[in-house]
């Protein structure tokens, strides 16, 4: 077992927060009947993303050989995910109730 590097394991936990759009994409699409089929397209790939970053981020943590594979998967599904929160905010298929 090799030493512990301290940059992989700070990445490592920064992709742990993956489990936020992983669960709010498994929330949406679990109702997705109920829902828009953009909102439900907009769900799955909040879901797919936030599973890579946490797939990349036990990668990461676990300590399975090459550092670079896991750190361009979890970093593409980070800019994927909140990407597709910014474009969903921005078309309205996220509705944010502001002041009228």
Do not use: H
């Given at each position: ?55 990349s ?9 090459n ?34």
């Amino acid at each position: 077992m090799s030493k512990p590097s301290i940059c992989r394991m700070g990445l490592g936990f920064l992709l742990l927060y993956g489990l936020i759009p992983a669960l709010i994409g498994y929330f949406i699409v679990r109702q997705w009947a109920a829902e828009r089929t953009v909102l439900a397209v907009c769900a799955a790939t909040l879901l797919l993303s936030g599973a890579t970053m946490l797939m990349s981020a036990l990668w990461l943590l676990s300590d399975l050989g090459n550092q670079r594979l896991p750190v361009w998967t979890g970093s593409i599904g980070s800019i994927l995910s909140g990407g597709m929160l910014v474009g969903a905010t921005l078309t309205n298929v996220l509705p944010c109730s502001g002041p009228n």
